[in-house]
Each structure stands twice: as structure tokens, then as C-alpha cells.
């Protein structure tokens, strides 16, 4: 059974950015809570609780815009059928695919 010592713990000063930011990673891969962590390295919960939020991940924000699709246009024929195509499309083709959709059959 292990008994947590009432002693002071030495704490040491931790200067180098490079330094904090590894501490900050150990953290995060030991599994420790914060408290046992900062005591086993000997830094201040104080003082850890401010890289970690120095040195967080901060979201990235990218605007996108959604490319506009033109408006779908619908063409029924007397025969009942539907032509559905963007409102894009040439109307010379479009034209000529009705005239040749209401031919007759040969």
C-alpha cells in the first residue's frame, strides 16, 4: 500500500518553450491527473494549467462556399415525357433534342 508523504516537493523552474510544450505532451500520453503529474515533475499545477492552454490546439476555421448549382429546368412533351436539364444549357441543344424526341418514328 503506498502512502503519499506530507513532505514538500522540490519544484524546479522550467523556462525553455520546447520544454513546456513536451511536458504538456507527456501529460497528455501518461494517463496521470494533473495534480499527480505536476508533483511528479515537480512544476506547479498553476503554472502547467497555463501552457496547456498556451499550447492547445486551437480550431482551424476554414470559410467554404458551396459552388452554385444552377436551377434545374423541366420540359414535358405533349407525349407525356420530361426532359429535366440545368438552366445552363444551350437552347439550341435543347431545341433540337425536343424536335427530335417529337418525330415520329421512321
Do not use: Y
Amino acid at each position: 500500500m503506498a502512502i503519499e508523504s506530507d513532505a514538500p516537493v522540490q519544484r524546479r523552474r522550467v523556462t525553455e518553450e520546447s520544454e513546456k510544450r513536451a511536458l504538456v505532451a507527456r501529460h497528455a500520453e501518461s494517463g496521470k491527473s494533473l495534480v499527480s503529474f505536476c508533483r511528479d515533475e515537480g512544476i506547479t499545477l498553476s503554472s502547467f494549467q497555463n501552457w496547456r492552454k498556451k499550447f492547445a490546439a486551437k480550431p482551424l476555421f476554414v470559410e467554404l462556399s458551396a459552388p452554385m448549382l444552377p436551377a434545374a429546368v423541366e420540359v414535358v412533351l405533349v407525349s407525356g415525357d420530361r426532359i429535366v436539364t440545368s438552366s445552363g444549357c444551350d437552347p439550341l441543344w435543347l431545341a433540337k433534342l425536343v424536335r427530335s424526341l417529337g418525330a415520329p418514328s421512321c
